[in-house]
């Protein structure tokens, strides 16, 4: 049985006011990248956040949602961890390959970010929840082609501007994706229908790889 403050954070309207905030703290920062010539690569993973966040606005109604608050916490910091970059501001940073390979890399992931977002329509949240399945477009190769350009993305800035905080907060990123995609998937498990796109797509992050 729910809880009050579970039944709260359940409602339709929270999370569309949160990425409402979060759309407006992306498009500051967003904007202070490129004023502040920071990098393609940094500058498309907040043009993205913007974008996801503010599709957010817009999504299906979902049939039903976690109510545990621990994974509303997970689900936002997994879907935002690329703001912690723009922290990194002033810290000493190296080049580990040219510029056109990790421009380059982050073109291609934000490409994947575009096909996974018209593959999911309106079928998309922040937290675990449960709306119609999409099983074409880029759902047809993997699970999580979002939570991939997200990574591929990641790291075409930290190729570019490598630094050991930067590492840093790649491999937090990556381990709450990872813990984040678990969570989604614990959560729909129960769904018939999920559990035979599972075994028709293993893969969650890369086709024939993992």
């Known amino acids: 049985m729910q809880t009050k403050w579970q039944k709260f954070w359940c409602l339709p309207t929270v999370d569309r006011w949160v ?10 920062l967003a904007l202070g990248s490129i004023e502040d010539k ?9 043009v993205n956040l913007v974008i996801h966040n503010g ?7 979902p049939q039903r949602v976690s ?9 936002l910091a997994g879907a935002n961890w690329h703001l912690w970059y723009v922290l990194l501001k ?8 040219p510029d056109w390979i990790t421009s380059g890399l982050a073109f291609v992931g934000t490409l994947l970010f575009i096909w996974a ?22 759902y047809r190769f993997m699970r999580h082609p979002l939570y991939t350009s997200s990574l591929m993305t990641s790291l075409a800035f930290l190729l570019s501007h490598f630094s050991i905080p ?16 678990f969570q989604e998937e614990f959560f729909l498990e129960s ?19 993992i």
């Not at 920071?38 to 907040?46: D, E, K, P």
């Not at 937290?127 to 477009?137: F, K, N, S, Y």
């Not at 075994?199 to 086709?207: A, D, K, S």
């Open 19 to 28: 990425a409402f905030v979060l759309v407006l703290v992306t498009v500051q």
């Open 38 to 46: 920071r990098g393609f690569a940094l500058t498309v993973m907040l």
């Open 55 to 61: 599709l957010l606005l817009f999504r299906h109604h």
């Open 67 to 75: 109510p545990r608050l621990w994974v509303w916490f997970l689900a």
């Open 90 to 97: 002033g810290v000493p940073t190296t080049a580990l390959l």
């Open 117 to 138: 977002r018209i593959s999911l329509g309106r079928n998309f949240g922040i937290v675990p929840a449960q709306r119609e399945l999409v099983e074409g477009g880029a």
């Open 166 to 181: 930067a590492l840093t907060i790649w491999f937090t990123g990556l381990g709450l994706l990872v813990m984040k995609a």
């Open 191 to 209: 769904d018939p229908q999920y559990a035979r796109y599972k075994m028709r797509v293993p893969y969650r992050f890369f086709p024939e790889v």
